[in-house]
């Protein structure tokens, strides 16, 4: 993967679309995937503005395009958005995400304007879904909403499709041929791209293209304990001892109890012996892949902290300092790990089925760290102890996580 | 990027499109990336079928939907060249392109058909451009087919616009919600992608979104000699030496009389020294790029051929029985480093200004074998000299390609 272009001029990705269509999830997906990049990026979601300022608690006459004190009550909020999100591009932001409606022509006209002064690029993102989703959204994840807490549920999804049915007198759907955007129709079935150009935007589309809202596990481990474990010594292509045996067998047991082999399930490994010992067990065939391998300690492959502390106490200091940027000499850096990640993120996105990755702590870093949303900095510092299972289970926006210890423990 | 789903049906790629609107040129790129990726591509030409079986000189008239002879050996032909790509896709041939107009909704129906008898799956690859881009196709590419060999431009562009009015009468552009689709207007301009799945379609669809054809010089070259070279060792980090500086400057002033100051230009590198030492002297803001790095030899990383051959006789005999697929231990094989460029082609392709990649042997042979449509086995074995820059030329269906000697000569 490129390194990024210094010149992209600051991004405004503008959400378009009637209310439950997902714009919310593509938001926070959209700036998971680029923070952990390393873009400066950040939802400013209207509907937040309006809780802050307004209180939770508003009917769906309030969104009534005949209510006159309604319409310019939400043109304010939907300024104070923009504004607060154009004054952060300028400070150094990188990608902002303006996650409103914005289902009229006019509107879109208004921000296009706004964004142009502030020499910010637009690159609309518009989401259509059919009823049944819609459904399912209203049911999953509105009924939930702080809109809702005083109702029941008949009541609240009442007043949520009255909601949308006031956007949809007024919806005027993209498709000025003059316009960047993307059209995103039931998550994925169909992706419409016009005019969009630039490196960052070619792979955000490409990422677009590969999400889905179906539900399915994902689980990451590192290997079983290793001979290097025991040695602290990082790298080397090791074996496992007899107590990472033990890690290999239980991990077989916990996926085989919850993945019948009637069902289909995918199993990644890097192409280090040690992971792929700890995932034979399971009986499942799985994929070596390269990209998984351990992060490339270079000319310190095979030594242990101590001795590179001792031998090199320049990297070892270099190394402290700036744990994401720093590069192994003649090996790699955190960061050069996330850019290799890249594609099997994507991937990883795309697939319906449930997923097992086995493979080493710098990399797990880098997954882990995507999947519950820190950016790059944070990603060398994420805890993940050996023989422990990281489930991480779909919810509404993101991951619901749990760690099992599944042991033996180690001395 | 992930290892090949060994589960992946073979794949039908169907274009669709009045003639002149890049049906060959969009096959031919997309036989040359995925030939190069390791995937078995063929294209089957129905216009090669017209001209070998019945003469390149067919007037417009043969073309003309109420011609009811045209139009029975017309539909022979389509269906002869289908039934070798089924044949060819049933002998263990994974991806075929069939480049032929599919105009009608009746000639998509059967293509299908027969292709699901064969289990093959089918994606459509529609082309649509207004009408400069079909006015410059005809003048650059058309005229020169061998169907006008006897005619002036004029008579064969008149000649042209006649046949391509035949299949407007009848034309009825793809929409059907329910099949796979890749829709290409303006060669990029806008992309409409409707019900595809799978990794290798979404790879595919990520490089048909990023190809162009604006057309722009791409200068490929290996760094200058370095201290290594002289010593016939591989990999490691050296410098260059006195030639290898003198090349340095030779190239700096090449690419300074054709790229003006004035003009954006894109200067790729690797992060090893020996090749940003050779680039320097252009003053130019390059780009050190860690995919570009030379293909990690791993344990036998600084030695010789000669050392390797003595030392790792085991080794060194595994490399000479498949170059290829050969992994140095702990190192890469050259079909790992064609993976690992894969971003580099896109981004290559992407690029509208002149591009120069100054890199290593290996590299420069992936990207080299890619431009002029090598599969993956041959990349390793193509010749690279030092001091050599490998200028390409895009003409109409690929690259013209000139080896201009810049010296200074090596002992």
């Not at 637009?122 to 702080?146: H, Q, T, W, Y």
């Not at 200091?317 to 850019?339: N, T, W």
Request: glycine residues 8%; hydrophobic residues 35%.
């Amino acid at each position: 993967m490129p390194p990024q272009d210094p010149h992209t001029p600051p991004l405004a990705l503008v959400m378009v679309g009637l209310p439950a269509r997902g714009k919310t999830y593509i938001s926070r997906k959209i700036s998971r995937y680029l923070s952990w990049l390393g873009y400066q990026t950040r939802v400013f979601n209207v509907g937040n503005y309006r809780r802050a300022r307004l209180g939770a608690a508003q009917a769906h006459a309030f969104f009534d395009p005949t209510n006159a004190q309604g319409v310019e009550a939400r043109r304010q909020l939907a300024m104070a958005a923009l504004r607060d999100m154009l004054k952060w591009l300028k400070g150094g932001g990188q990608v902002g995400i303006y996650d409103a409606t914005n289902t009229t022509g006019e509107r879109r006209r208004l921000v296009l304007e706004e964004c142009g002064k502030a020499g910010v690029q637009v690159v609309f993102v518009e989401s259509i879904c059919d009823s049944a989703v819609v459904e399912a959204n209203i049911r999953e994840v509105k009924l939930g909403s702080p809109d809702y807490v005083d109702m029941t549920p008949e009541e609240a999804a009442d007043d949520f499709r009255a909601r949308i049915a006031h956007y949809e007198r007024s919806y005027e759907p993209l498709d000025d041929p003059e316009l960047a955007y993307v059209k995103l129709i039931d998550v994925g079935r169909q992706v419409v791209v016009n005019g969009v150009e630039g490196y960052l935007c070619a792979r955000l589309v490409f990422f677009l293209m590969n999400i889905h809202t179906d539900r399915r596990a994902i689980w990451l481990t590192r290997h079983g304990e290793s001979e290097y474990n025991v040695q602290n010594r990082i790298g080397g292509d090791p074996e496992l001892t007899a107590l990472g045996k033990g890690y290999a067998k239980n991990l077989a047991s916990y996926i085989q109890e919850r993945v019948p082999k009637s069902q289909e399930f995918v199993l990644w490994t890097s192409t280090l012996r040690r992971t792929w010992q700890t995932a034979e067990p399971i009986g499942r065939e799985l994929t070596q892949w390269r990209v998984l391998d351990e992060i490339d300690a270079g000319e310190c492959d095979g030594m242990t902290y101590d001795e590179i502390r001792r031998e090199r106490p320049e990297e070892f200091r270099a190394r402290a300092e700036d744990k994401l940027r720093y590069r192994y000499p003649r090996g790699e850096s955190y960061a050069d790990v996330i850019q290799r990640l890249e594609p099997v993120i994507v991937e990883l996105e795309r697939q319906k089925r449930p997923v097992l990755v086995v493979s080493h702590q710098g990399i797990i870093r880098g997954l882990y760290g995507y999947l519950i949303g820190r950016p790059q900095e944070e990603c060398p510092h994420i805890q993940v102890p050996l023989h422990t299972l990281i489930e991480m289970t779909p919810t509404a926006y993101g991951y619901e996580e749990r760690r099992i210890k599944l042991g033996p423990e180690l001395g």
